[in-house]
């Protein structure tokens, strides 16, 4: 195992044992896992020192013309009041994102090899005209703001972090979607010669996610360029993921390179997977528990403090009214 860096987290904030080796289990029953992943077992390439600007400096990302814009106004609109701000040495190494590691404090490392500069976003499917666009003119085209939101993992712990970005339906408008887009499609990139994750030939990379029209329209939904007033990190999913912070947190795609508008429901990487466990909507809800541990209440990785779920993540009052009822 390697030495842990000055921001490495207490056991006590950790995923407790039973639960994510239960789920780490199931994965490696369906092929995914395989031993160089397991806990305690990384290889060389997960190490501090395996890339330049590892866990210690935290972002790991070039100098680019859109440096210029951060850090970003905070919108006062979306703000925590109940909890202070998960500060950036924990929330910068406490990272899912299976692409390079399933071991949380092995991403940020590893993340250092990814090529995110240039990257193109190419969007495509219903829409009046498929096109191309550079990340940096993205930027520049949409002006950023800040918003603190919550943040809750289907494992039960969560954070609270101010994203910096922009509406996603702003996004959306420019885009010009059909009448007969129902869905939005998002696609993460696909490099397994900087993603040791992807290297596995056991499961269908790249990573792929899905809202509703109407969800990714709404107010609250983002397309995230920058946190904690800096440029995004790459261990949280620069250059540019989603945030849909009523939902969890997998279903904020990172990395994202492609966006389709479709009419039908498109597959989700983790419905997929497990349909059972994970379903397409993936609403935060107190009172459906994971087949395999309670979602009552999560671990403030800050502090470790236990504290009650709240539904869709605390902002029903928001989004609520667009389901039915128990959406999976």
Known sequence: MPD??????????????????????????????GAAA?????????????????????????????????PAKRNPIYQVADRPETPLK???NYNNYYEFSTDKEAVNPLSARLTIDPWT????GLVAKPFKIGFEDLVAKFPLQERVYRMRCVEAWSMVVPWIGFPMRDFIDFCQPLGSARYVRFLSFMKPAEAQGQET????????EGLRLDEARHELSLFVTGIYGKPLPKQMGAPLRAVVPWKYGYKGAKGIVKIEFVEKQPPTFWNELAPDEYGFY??????RPHPRWSQATERDITNGDRIA????????????????????
């Open 4 to 33: 842990r860096s000055p921001y490495s987290l207490p056991a006590s904030m950790i995923t407790p044992e039973s639960v994510f080796k239960n789920r780490r289990q199931f994965l490696r029953q369906l092929g995914f896992l």
């Open 38 to 70: 397991m806990i305690g077992g990384c290889d060389s390439r997960t190490t501090a020192s395996a890339a330049p600007g590892g866990a210690a400096s935290g972002f790991n990302l070039p100098p680019r013309p859109s440096d210029k814009f951060y």
């Open 90 to 92: 924990i929330a910068g």
């Open 121 to 124: 976003l190419e969007v495509g």
């Open 201 to 208: 030939n056991q499961f269908s990379w790249p990573y792929f």
């Open 282 to 287: 993936s609403n935060v809800n107190p009172d």
């Open 309 to 328: 779920t709240l539904p869709y993540n605390g902002y029903a009052s928001l989004v609520a009214s667009m389901y039915k009822g128990d959406e999976f």
